[in-house]
T-cell receptor, first 116, second 114 residues
Framework: AQSVTQLDSHVSVSEGTPVLLRCNYS??????LFWYVQHPNKGLQLLLK??????LVKGINGFEAEFKKSETSFHLTKPSAHMSDAAEYFC??????????????FGQGTTLQVKP | DSGVTQTPKHLITATGQRVTLRCSPR?????VYWYQQSLDQGLQFLIQ???????AKGNILERFSAQQFPDLHSELNLSSLELGDSALYFC?????????????FGPGTRLTVL
């Protein structure tokens, strides 16, 4: 069965330094993968998605992620953190099998703290 | 703003009661999804509707039901509420059914069961 593991529950960086949020997935099919962000008391916003095209995916606000099939990873990066990046980040994989392709499976989330 | 609206924003009720959460998808989207976010379970898929028909079911309790109406808005009905049902309930919508379709999320309804 498909699953997502976010390797860090909490990441703390200083403003202006790089961000790395790690995600491993498990899927029998070629999955679609997403990163969503949730700011406090807000809904979920799509950062970027991978759908079997280019393995390096660029998203909004300077974020990007690289799909590595051999490592079953989809890590999220940003060259320089901004205070406004502080939020909860979710790595997400789509479901498998007919009837489940619309189902999103979420990781447990990584809280990103950005220090001034 | 994703274009998905949910009402109400907050709901406080007592155990044993029944509530209805409402969702209006983005204009043109035919699929509606419901998710539950709780501290112990994280974000979990509940159910999906496409153009009025149920298409996928996740970890949805028998006390919960949903439907999608001809105007494509959706309602999630929660009955015989328990303390453990307290959570943030999200609705999302997408154009179609495919795994590549982006799901756009509403702001959520925070349910508190006392």
């Amino acid at each position: 069965a498909q699953s997502v593991t976010q390797l860090d529950s909490h990441v703390s960086v200083s403003e202006g330094t790089p961000v790395l949020l790690r995600c491993n997935y498990s899927s029998s099919y070629s999955p679609s993968l997403f990163w969503y962000v949730q700011h406090p008391n807000k809904g979920l916003q799509l950062l970027l998605k991978y759908t079997s095209a280019a393995t390096l995916v660029k998203g909004i606000n300077g974020f990007e992620a690289e799909f590595k099939k051999s490592e079953t990873s989809f890590h999220l990066t940003k060259p320089s953190a901004h205070m406004s990046d502080a939020a909860e980040y979710f790595c997400v994989v789509t479901g498998e099998g007919s009837g489940n392709t619309g189902k999103l499976i979420f990781g447990q989330g990584t809280t990103l703290q950005v220090k001034p | 703003d994703s274009g998905v609206t949910q009402t109400p924003k907050h709901l406080i009720t007592a155990t044993g009661q029944r509530v209805t959460l409402r969702c209006s998808p983005r204009s043109g989207d035919l699929s509606v999804y419901w998710y539950q976010q709780s501290l112990d379970q994280g974000l979990q898929f509940l159910i999906q509707y496409y153009n009025g028909e149920e298409r996928a079911k996740g970890n949805i309790l028998e006390r919960f039901s949903a439907q999608q109406f001809p105007d494509l808005h959706s309602e999630l009905n929660l009955s015989s509420l328990e303390l453990g049902d307290s959570a943030l309930y999200f609705c999302a919508s997408s154009v179609g059914l495919g795994r590549a379709d982006t799901q756009y999320f509403g702001p959520g309804t925070r349910l508190t069961v006392l």
